[in-house]
């Protein structure tokens, strides 16, 4: 099938004051826009994948903003609104009174073949989640899976649509999700109680949803696969081993819980006494890492990837990308980790290096510790890269937007009780364990041994309890 794009993208730019929306249309690779944003008192900016450009040398100013509000549909719950019959979004940013004085506006497209990367997995059956960091094409390929589902194999397919994100603003459904049914989702609370009532209500055998993101919707999620209905979502992350960390969508893949093995069974093993293991069967069978829109990486077993990162072994997974004539090429691949080899002693590949995010953090002093301890570590300016959110309690107390992104990314937040080498050194060990066993599998330990060190909600290094430092 070869990719063909929608966007409607002069419907959005029809609600821009014209002299915002002149600029765009100069523009060679318009076509391309991923996002107009309108913030008062300052100048009007467009985003493309790969610049950003200044619209005009007038500052945006309130009458603007209000020109737009008052050409699209009526803002949610979540500060979300629309254009009629279009996948278009805007989203607004308001004052301590309520008045809307910020938009990001959006383009919303319909990509239609991409799945094809999938389609043997969404085929099977089977329940399958899609992870990736926002704006990386989730949204799009679910969108193209409905359609599929519903038009090519007859099946009856319901979309749970918060916010319409998938099928658009408006009572009739866009067409890119073809014959499915939507049923729409007036908060973001609500999400969890309306995929129950699909399921109760409406007879499906397929449910559709986006963005599942609390325990609520993860509960909700395990009842409906329990009643035999095939369940296509998404989730934030970039990878499987950021959901294994998340203890609120942990369970998505069976959960994890900590046991402890007896002296001859960890002889056996070759392993500590303290081992992870997965608590249950995972709601959903696979699991594909959107890389981009035209690659993604499937782990066709959960059951068999999660169990393999516990105990610290490399977990099968298969590269599939999409060329330009719409062949997809696929192509295996493990992770680098620790694993035990044929003789029982471990073997190590190389560590991959852990990438920070600073946010108040001391940069100068990280790397001083770091280079103290012989430790290798990447300080990067874009947050998408992070491995590691690294802040302090100060900061973190006041939740600001950088915390809300890597919360939603799904990257693992650690929060120094003060900004000193001592705190830094205490990190970094906790990152860069001496134990002949992966990082990963090490701090995964860390954060569910007891949760003495550790909040659960934020996976954070700060002691609950405690005054003193450790």
């Given at each position: 099938m070869r990719r063909v794009v929608t966007d409607d993208l002069d419907a959005l730019l029809e609600i821009l004051p014209l002299y915002i929306r002149e600029p765009l249309y100069q523009q060679s690779d318009h076509n391309e826009l991923l996002e107009v944003i309108l913030d008062l008192g300052r100048l009007p900016e467009a985003r493309f994948p790969h610049r950003e450009l200044v619209l005009n040398s007038s500052e945006v100013s309130q009458a603007d903003i209000d020109y737009v509000v008052s050409r699209i549909g009526q803002f949610s719950g979540d500060n979300r609104a629309g254009i009629n019959h279009t996948l278009h979004r805007i989203s607004g940013i308001r004052n301590r009174n309520g008045y809307i004085i910020g938009l990001t506006c959006r383009v919303g497209r319909a990509v239609f073949g991409t799945v094809g990367m999938i389609q043997d997995l969404i085929e099977s059956g089977k329940n399958v989640l899609l992870l990736g960091r926002p704006g990386i094409g989730k949204t799009t390929m679910l969108r193209e899976v409905a359609r599929v589902l519903a038009d090519d194999f007859k099946k009856r397919v319901i979309v749970i649509d918060t916010s319409n994100e998938i099928a658009g603003d408006g009572d009739i459904p866009h067409p890119a999700i073809g014959h499915a049914r939507r049923m729409q989702v007036a908060a973001p609370a609500e999400q969890h109680a309306v995929m129950i009532e699909a399921v109760e209500n409406h007879m499906p055998e397929v449910i559709i949803i986006d963005e599942i993101g609390t325990e609520l919707e993860a509960q909700a999620a395990r009842t409906i696969a329990?009643?035999?209905?095939?369940?296509?979502?998404?989730?934030?992350?970039?990878?499987?081993?950021?959901?294994?960390?998340?203890?609120?969508?942990?369970?998505?893949?069976?959960?994890?819980?900590?046991?402890t093995l007896g002296d001859e069974e960890a002889r056996r093993r070759h392993t500590q006494k303290s081992v992870l293991e997965r608590k249950a069967p995972p709601t959903f069978d696979m699991v594909v890492e959107i890389v981009d829109y035209y690659k993604v990486t499937v782990h066709p077993d959960v059951t068999e990837a999660v169990d393999a990162l516990l105990h610290g072994r490399p977990p099968s997974a298969e590269?599939?990308?999409?060329?330009?004539?719409?062949?997809?090429?696929?192509?295996?691949?493990?992770?680098?980790?620790?694993?035990?080899?044929?003789?029982?002693?471990?073997?190590k590949t190389p560590e991959k290096m852990l990438r920070f995010y600073l946010f108040g953090a001391n940069r100068s002093r990280l790397e001083q510790v770091a280079r103290e301890g012989r430790k290798e570590l990447k300080i990067v300016a874009d947050l998408r890269q992070a491995d590691i959110f690294l802040t302090t309690r100060s900061y973190y107390r006041r939740k600001p937007q950088k915390i809300r992104d890597a919360e939603a990314l799904g990257i693992p937040i650690y929060v120094l009780k003060s900004n000193n080498a001592a705190q830094m050194k205490h990190c970094l060990d906790a990152l860069y364990p001496r134990e002949a066993q992966s990082t990963y599998v090490h701090n995964l330990q860390r954060i569910l041994a007891g949760r003495r060190g550790f909040n659960p909600n934020n996976r954070s290094m700060e002691p609950r309890g405690r005054r003193k430092s450790r």
């Amino acid at each position: 099938m070869r990719r063909v794009v929608t966007d409607d993208l002069d419907a959005l730019l029809e609600i821009l004051p014209l002299y915002i929306r002149e600029p765009l249309y100069q523009q060679s690779d318009h076509n391309e826009l991923l996002e107009v944003i309108l913030d008062l008192g300052r100048l009007p900016e467009a985003r493309f994948p790969h610049r950003e450009l200044v619209l005009n040398s007038s500052e945006v100013s309130q009458a603007d903003i209000d020109y737009v509000v008052s050409r699209i549909g009526q803002f949610s719950g979540d500060n979300r609104a629309g254009i009629n019959h279009t996948l278009h979004r805007i989203s607004g940013i308001r004052n301590r009174n309520g008045y809307i004085i910020g938009l990001t506006c959006r383009v919303g497209r319909a990509v239609f073949g991409t799945v094809g990367m999938i389609q043997d997995l969404i085929e099977s059956g089977k329940n399958v989640l899609l992870l990736g960091r926002p704006g990386i094409g989730k949204t799009t390929m679910l969108r193209e899976v409905a359609r599929v589902l519903a038009d090519d194999f007859k099946k009856r397919v319901i979309v749970i649509d918060t916010s319409n994100e998938i099928a658009g603003d408006g009572d009739i459904p866009h067409p890119a999700i073809g014959h499915a049914r939507r049923m729409q989702v007036a908060a973001p609370a609500e999400q969890h109680a309306v995929m129950i009532e699909a399921v109760e209500n409406h007879m499906p055998e397929v449910i559709i949803i986006d963005e599942i993101g609390t325990e609520l919707e993860a509960q909700a999620a395990r009842t409906i696969a329990e009643r035999g209905v095939q369940l296509v979502g998404t989730a934030h992350g970039n990878a499987l081993e950021n959901l294994i960390m998340n203890p609120t969508l942990s369970d998505l893949i069976g959960g994890v819980q900590t046991v402890t093995l007896g002296d001859e069974e960890a002889r056996r093993r070759h392993t500590q006494k303290s081992v992870l293991e997965r608590k249950a069967p995972p709601t959903f069978d696979m699991v594909v890492e959107i890389v981009d829109y035209y690659k993604v990486t499937v782990h066709p077993d959960v059951t068999e990837a999660v169990d393999a990162l516990l105990h610290g072994r490399p977990p099968s997974a298969e590269v599939r990308s999409m060329d330009e004539d719409g062949e997809v090429k696929r192509e295996a691949t493990t992770s680098p980790i620790i694993w035990e080899s044929k003789e029982g002693k471990e073997e190590k590949t190389p560590e991959k290096m852990l990438r920070f995010y600073l946010f108040g953090a001391n940069r100068s002093r990280l790397e001083q510790v770091a280079r103290e301890g012989r430790k290798e570590l990447k300080i990067v300016a874009d947050l998408r890269q992070a491995d590691i959110f690294l802040t302090t309690r100060s900061y973190y107390r006041r939740k600001p937007q950088k915390i809300r992104d890597a919360e939603a990314l799904g990257i693992p937040i650690y929060v120094l009780k003060s900004n000193n080498a001592a705190q830094m050194k205490h990190c970094l060990d906790a990152l860069y364990p001496r134990e002949a066993q992966s990082t990963y599998v090490h701090n995964l330990q860390r954060i569910l041994a007891g949760r003495r060190g550790f909040n659960p909600n934020n996976r954070s290094m700060e002691p609950r309890g405690r005054r003193k430092s450790r």
